[in-house]
């Protein structure tokens, strides 16, 4: 029986005798309990760490659940707003605007993408008057409002570069006029964040920032993304301009470019089969690291714990907290409202 402090009632260490014992560091003292654990944890996510990714549909009083995504929902903007405000109390500082853009609207050179009367612009400003001190990220690419379903504009089969970056300036400048506080590169074209950071400053938008998506790769996690935005190449595959699977150093050469061409942050995307190339990104620069815990990521989780195989929230931890650990200083994540929900019930119970 484990003696007591008379004073205190608390169970009181004592001594093992085992002089013999050739062990002197035992790394398993510091495991002993769960606050001496808390105490010495290296690598802790917090809300803070959090960017929540949020569709927006035209309409009103609408929620679509995702089948693809169960408890992801496009809304219409009145629900997003009263979304906003329940994830900005909950300590939740940025979000990132994703658009469902009608097939009457999509062409092949994306112009409703700078429609100053849009969706994501009356988005924008609708935000910042219900929750002005949100950070709100927008989303630069075509391929919600393609005809084509690619980041770029096609000619004979073949994604166009330069002209495709002309259209994503544009976009961004339309995004900055209406509120962005970060415009956010997804498309892979090259060269666009030297143009988007060129036109911003001539335009005189020198505080709106540019999240790089650096080291995009052509990936199969996508899948329940395009399903919401009804976003999937109308052929082909987008192989010819988001990274090879198989390459790190690649990634770092993309880093390299954006930062050099005015990049405020840079984003690895996916996160989770590419915590290796999040860890190499840390360490080669000095600029915020930010991983986006895809759909597809979010999908498989939300089915292994439909089925009951594991632990949805013991598991959603775990894996964010990897992508800090692999050195992510931000997460995109669609589980970021139940994480905050999560760690404010954790804080209130310690």
């Not at 090259?190 to 911003?200: E, F, H, N, P, T």
């Amino acid at each position: 029986m484990t003696p007591s402090s008379p004073a205190l009632g608390v169970p009181v260490l004592q001594p093992i005798s085992n002089p013999a014992s050739p062990i002197i560091q035992r790394p398993r003292r510091l495991r002993r309990t769960e606050t001496l654990r808390r105490l010495v944890r290296e690598n802790t996510l917090a809300v803070e760490d959090l960017i929540y990714p949020l569709f927006v549909m035209e309409g009103e009083k609408l929620e679509q659940e995702i089948p693809s995504m169960p408890g992801c929902f496009r809304y219409s903007l009145d629900r997003l707003l009263m979304e906003i405000q329940t994830v900005w109390e909950l300590g939740i500082g940025a979000i990132a605007l994703f658009p469902l853009i009608a097939d009457a609207q999509k062409d092949n050179a994306g112009t409703e993408s700078y429609n100053p009367q849009g969706l994501v612009p009356r988005t924008i400003k609708a935000i910042k008057e219900v929750c002005p001190e949100i950070l709100i990220i927008t989303d630069v690419a075509l391929d919600p409002y393609s005809s084509e379903g690619h980041d770029g504009i096609v000619e004979n089969g073949k994604i166009l570069n330069d002209e495709t970056v002309a259209v994503l300036v544009k976009q961004a400048l339309m995004q900055a006029e209406t509120g962005a506080d970060f415009v956010a590169p997804s498309d892979m074209m090259d060269g666009r964040i030297g143009a988007i950071r060129s036109a911003l400053d001539q335009a005189g938008w020198i505080n709106v920032g540019i999240l790089a998506y650096a080291a995009k790769y052509a990936s199969a996690y996508y899948g329940p993304f395009r399903d919401a935005l009804e976003s999937a190449p109308k052929f082909g595959d987008k192989k010819t301009y988001q990274m090879d699977v198989g390459n790190v150093r690649e990634a770092l050469k993309e880093v390299d470019l954006d930062i050099r061409e005015g990049a405020d942050m840079v984003m690895v995307k996916p996160a989770l089969a590419y915590l290796d190339v999040i860890c190499q990104i840390k360490t080669h620069t000095h600029l915020p690291v930010v991983a986006y815990n895809v759909s597809g990521e979010y999908a498989m989780v939300k089915a292994a714990a439909a089925r009951g195989w594991i632990d949805e929230k013991k598991v959603v931890l775990e894996t964010l907290t990897s992508m800090k650990r692999a050195g992510a200083d931000l997460i995109l994540t669609y589980f970021a409202k139940d994480m905050a929900l999560q760690l404010q019930a954790d804080h209130l119970e310690h």
